[in-house]
Every structure is written in structure tokens, then in C-alpha cells.
């Protein structure tokens, strides 16, 4: 299993509209082949940093959602509202904890 962690920080005055943004595509991902989870994380004291939290079956399965077209027209959307440069990582699940 891959977890993906993806940091974004947003302008302020667009925070409302990635919020939008992501009320509208957030079932298309998770029904997405491969995707077995996603959540939206927002910070405690910094509000306008976000992190998409999500669970892939493998590798492969998040690569092709990267080259899908769900990802590209959302991410071209999302870019554009973008305070610093977005991060990310994808882990291997190491250990359960339960």
C-alpha cells in the first residue's frame, strides 16, 4: 500500500475556492481505481496550509491517477491558487499500529 501526503498552501483569498474545488472532485478519487482512502487535513494555526492524506493500492494504481484526467484538470485548477510551491510524498505503510 502507498500513502500519499500531499502539503499545499494557499493564498488566503482562495482557500474558499479549493474548498469548492475539492467538495466537487473528492468522490471522483475516491472512487477512483486504486484509491482505497482520502482526506482533507487543514492546519491548526496555519489555515492556509492543507494536506490531501491518501491510501493507493500500489504504485502503479497511483501513477495511472496522476495521468488521469480527473488529476490533470483538478491539479491545473488547483496550482493556480498555490502560496509556495506544493510538496509531496508517497511511503510505503511500514507498520499498522492496530
Partial sequence: MIVRLVKMEFKPEEIAYFLNLFDEVKE?????????????????????????HSYWKDAKALETYRNSLLF???????????????EAWSVEKFVNLR
Fill in 28 to 52: 471522483q478519487i475516491r472512487a477512483f481505481e486504486g484509491c482505497e482512502f482520502l482526506e482533507l487535513l487543514q492546519g491548526e494555526k496555519e489555515t492556509g496550509i492543507f494536506f490531501t
Fill in 72 to 86: 490533470k484538470t483538478t491539479w491545473a485548477k488547483t496550482k493556480l491558487l498555490f502560496n509556495a510551491k506544493p
